[in-house]
T-cell receptor, first 114, second 114 residues
């Protein structure tokens, strides 16, 4: 069964600190790993994504670290700001029939306090 | 211009009723999706549909049915509504096989079944 396990469920970080959210997957056929950000009352929006042929991708303050052998990937938010307070979802895309479907982790609610 | 739009934004109805949620995308994408987000924020794929195939998540009751009048629309029909159907429903779209794998989400429809 395809699963993506995400932790922690919630995270409180001081402004300026580093937020780290971790995900682990089981299906080695997954070939695309996006992170989505969701603000209250809004739909999720793509934040950053990585493919398994690279170990790290950085966009501004957001970095994905990817460990293919461990089947784990994580999101790092540097210099966290109160505006980063949102729910973050990791996801993975499979292969085969319906491969474009995403399997989402259960989400991490991030609160950045001033 | 809204890329993915849904109507209505809020829907309150009685148990046993039949209701529909409409979704439209103006991105020219070939694939559309419906997700259910429960009170714990867990995002679960219900359907994915393009002009070639309909993928139905096996856990979705057959009271739920997607209907696509054309490539830009994927409506969700729900028959005999139950209390457990209360959730936020998100429509999304993407271009399968395109240069970007991004799924674009609509703003969501909050369904409350009384």
């Amino acid at each position: 069964q395809q699963q993506v396990k995400q932790s922690p469920q919630s995270l409180i970080v001081q402004k300026g600190g580093i937020s780290i959210i971790n995900c682990a997957y089981e299906n080695t056929a997954f070939d695309y790993f996006p992170w989505y950000q969701q603000f209250p009352g809004k739909g999720p929006a793509l934040l950053i994504a990585i493919r398994p042929d690279v170990s790290e991708k950085k966009e501004g303050r957001f970095t994905i670290s990817f460990n293919k052998s461990a089947k784990q990937f994580s999101l790092h938010i540097m210099d966290s700001q109160p505006g980063d307070s949102a729910t973050y979802f990791c996801a993975a895309r499979g292969t085969g029939a319906g491969s474009y479907q995403l399997t989402f982790g259960k989400g991490t609610k991030l609160s950045v306090i001033p | 211009d809204t890329a993915v739009s849904q109507t209505p934004k809020y829907l309150v109805t009685q148990m046993g009723n039949d209701k529909s949620i409409k979704c439209e995308q103006n991105l020219g994408h070939d694939t559309m999706y419906w997700y259910k987000q429960d009170s714990k924020k867990f995002l679960k794929i219900m359907f994915s549909y393009n002009n070639k195939e309909l993928i139905i998540n096996e856990t979705v009751p057959n009271r739920f049915s997607p209907k696509s009048p054309d490539k830009a629309h994927l409506n969700l029909h729900i028959n005999s509504l139950e209390l457990g159907d209360s959730a936020v429903y998100f429509c999304a779209s993407s271009q399968v096989g395109g240069s970007s794998d991004t799924q674009y989400f609509g703003p969501g429809t909050r369904l409350t079944v009384l």
